[in-house]
């Protein structure tokens, strides 16, 4: 089965209550969907949504890598060489990992359905449950307090809350949560990289002697502050996990090598797709280090895939899958459902998507 073309289109989906972080704020999710078509007719699908703040790729940029470079890169190809297939997506141009992430999911989806095995089972299949935390946005403390009681509610057993806007706030605003939710519910932090180094240690301590009981905190410093992120992880003695630090298999290396860090946030966008996400893990497994799989704003095409490998790599430990339920509506056919906190993955081949309603062809 060969790699003939690729069309891609745009899913805009409204969210259920704005979505805000120490680093951006929107009020709807928007997806670049491809479709990658082969002679035998059948069609892989893959996503990419735009997050400029994080991965640099914008809707324009990922559509027009993935048409000029990525696709060039790849056609004609075999499905059955999906190693190959695979490194050529990551070695036809730098950075671009949201583009680089849709092509190699909509690959996988191929060759799942080539032979007839749902991705879950082509990564190891350990199971087909998948709990998730919820994201509870950035807001003042009574709203988030609202917000949480809302997520327990719901089903949740677990919530991540942004903070990272100003320390001495969001030690208001965890406060208000636990008092929300009471001491059972496991409370993750996200600074999205809000804090200084002096800062997050000074916050986390506070925390810590509060008996606030937090599981892990996500990038509490900037990127590039690989110094600071490990004089945080030594100090404290919280989890600290590496988000926008952590994009490829390289950083990932340097982290562990450092050991700058407790945990590791594999998403595909950062990643380039799921072949690098998968090589993560396996580097995360070798060092004796855990994995969150987490997501960016993306539609079911995206987090089916994540969850897919979630579920077969037993380093996951932990998933912050939860973008498709943020959004109202569900314009995808198949693919993962949420039950509560946890995501089902279907037992069809490949992403087991049969069909995306409101795709709008941009290229
Ligand atoms: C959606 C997910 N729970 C999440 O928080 N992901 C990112 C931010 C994604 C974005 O800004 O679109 C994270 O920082 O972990
Ligand atoms: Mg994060």
Redo the contacts with the bound molecule.
């Keep these: 089965m060969k790699i003939t073309g690729i069309s891609i289109g745009k899913l805009i989906i409204p969210l259920k209550r704005p979505?805000k972080?120490a680093?951006?704020q929107v009020t709807t999710a928007e997806d670049i969907v491809i479709k990658v078509h082969t002679d035998e007719g059948i069609t892989g699908l893959g996503s990419a949504?735009a997050?400029v703040v994080?991965t640099g790729d914008s809707h324009k940029s990922a559509a027009e890598a993935i048409q000029n470079t990525i696709l060039p890169a790849i056609i004609g190809m075999d499905i059955d060489h999906r190693e190959t297939i695979l490194q050529r997506i990551q070695m036809s141009m730098v950075h671009n990992t949201s583009a680089k992430a849709a092509v190699d999911i909509a690959v996988h989806d191929l060759f799942g359905k080539h032979y007839g095995l749902p991705l879950y089972r082509f990564f190891g299949g350990k199971s087909q449950c998948i709990p998730s935390d919820l994201?509870i946005s950035i807001n003042e403390p009574n709203e988030m307090a609202a917000d949480a009681r809302c997520a327990i509610d719901a089903g949740y057993h677990c919530l991540?809350l942004k903070v990272g806007i100003d320390a001495t706030r969001d030690l208001t605003r965890i406060r208000a949560v636990r008092q929300a939710v009471g001491p059972r519910v496991a409370l993750r932090l996200?600074a999205?990289q809000g804090w200084s180094a002096k800062e997050a240690v000074r916050t986390i301590r506070t925390l810590e002697d509060a008996g606030l009981d937090i599981e892990l905190i996500?990038q509490p410093v900037s990127a590039y502050d690989l110094d600071g992120l490990k004089w945080v992880t030594d100090h404290v003695t919280t989890a600290i996990m590496a988000?926008e630090s952590a994009f490829s298999p390289h950083d990932v290396f340097r982290l562990v090598s450092m050991r700058a860090c407790d945990l590791i946030?594999i998403k595909l966008m950062k990643a380039g797709g799921l072949g690098p996400a998968a090589q993560i893990a396996a580097l995360a497994a070798a060092s004796g280090i855990e994995c969150m799989m987490?997501?960016?704003?993306e539609s079911k095409i995206g987090i089916t895939a994540a969850a897919s490998l979630s579920a077969g790599v037993s380093v996951i430990t932990k998933n912050?899958l939860?973008?498709a339920d943020?959004m109202t509506g569900d314009p995808i056919s198949g693919g993962i459902c949420y039950e509560k906190d946890t995501l089902i993955l279907p037992n069809a081949p490949g992403l087991g998507i049969t069909d995306v309603k409101g795709w709008q062809e941009i290229l």
């Design positions: 979505f972080t680093l951006r949504p997050t994080i994201t991540k996200d999205n996500e988000d946030n987490g997501c960016m704003l912050d939860d973008a943020l």
